[in-house]
């Protein structure tokens, strides 16, 4: 599976049921709860979890809608090669006719787990991220030595770390040695899966609130050449082996979403506006405005109805990654907006903004102008609409161009 896909699904399965039956390991071999587990890719239909130097080999089953073992295995790496191999609950030697998982046929016909298929799949080349072309085995290795500091120049550390705010997300981090200053390190995609290009493309927090621009900028150069040198370990760019850290050490989110869209992208005066696919309370179409214009810098957001004139919650709102306190608009940001959105939309800053930062070809430019000749969509309002559905996912209703405003100006005179 690709790294991209991985990422992709990784609310399906790796958030929801990963989480899960990480937690059912730690709890039947009573390991304790802040023990990283590192999760391997599915090999025929056995799932592979690390914890210091055990490797849990397990098949799950669903009893009464609870997560439970079918099969379990424990190998213990010791030094050198030897290897103490297990057999906790053996697989199930009833017949069975052939299933198929992940598109692979599986026999499982009168068939134990053994030693041997353990060395084998040790052996075999890791598919749990495209961008490492090793073994498990070397995998393993590095996994087991991976420690805060493994990543060290003379300047700073360069690290992943579980965040303790609200989603204990990983992220990368730096750490500069002479200031003792933590840094967070935030990349201009919501996917950081590629090494940035340039120093631009990644924003530096200051969590110590102690260092200069200067001393961030230095940050920023220092990472981009350290993290292209190779990883003796793995053979491959230091920012890969990071990224191989991030897809091994489970990510415990709630309820994720990928598709975040900026609908007044060229020089708008509301750039402050997201659609989110990130559902929230009772599901029903929503806006969203934050406090300032960069998405994770905003501390406060508010998320707005498109079918009432009403604030979604006034509880924090959590997206992703980030929480923030809910923002209630005053009057006046109250009344530009409704003007904002009543506007006709000039299609020609949207153009205009993707022909300066190259977004299109020539070819598709012509297009989208030529679309918009005959374009229904009259007003800010319906392109934010516009986005609104092509944001969604498939089977979940669209809302009509033609729909009606409601009267945002009674936003903080009615009760949610």
Known sequence: MKLEDLKQHKDKYCTKYTIEKINLIKKYFKIKSNKRVFAFYIWCRREYFLCDNKVYIVCFDWKNNNIAFESLYVATLKNGNVINFETIIPDDTTPKTKIYWDCIEVDCKNKLYTKEEFLTWLNSPCTTTEMVDVTYKQAIKFLQNYKKDTFKTDNYLFYIKRDKDYTWADNFYAYDIKNQAEMKLYFNSYIDTFLPVKSKDIFVEDLSGKLSEFQLRKCKKEFMTFMKEICPELNIENFYALEFVKQCIQPIEKDRGWGVRKPFIGNFEFQNIWIDDFKIYDMKPYFVITEGNNEWLSTKACAIDFLKPEYKSKEPYINGYYKRNHWELDDRTIK??????????????????????????????KKIQDNWKNSEIKTNWQWLISEYNANLSDGDEELPLDLAMPDYTLLNKKEV
């Open 336 to 365: 530009r907006l409704v003007e904002f959105l009543k506007a006709p939309f000039d299609y020609k800053k949207d153009i205009g903004y993707l022909i300066a930062k190259k977004k299109q070809s020539a070819e598709k430019l």
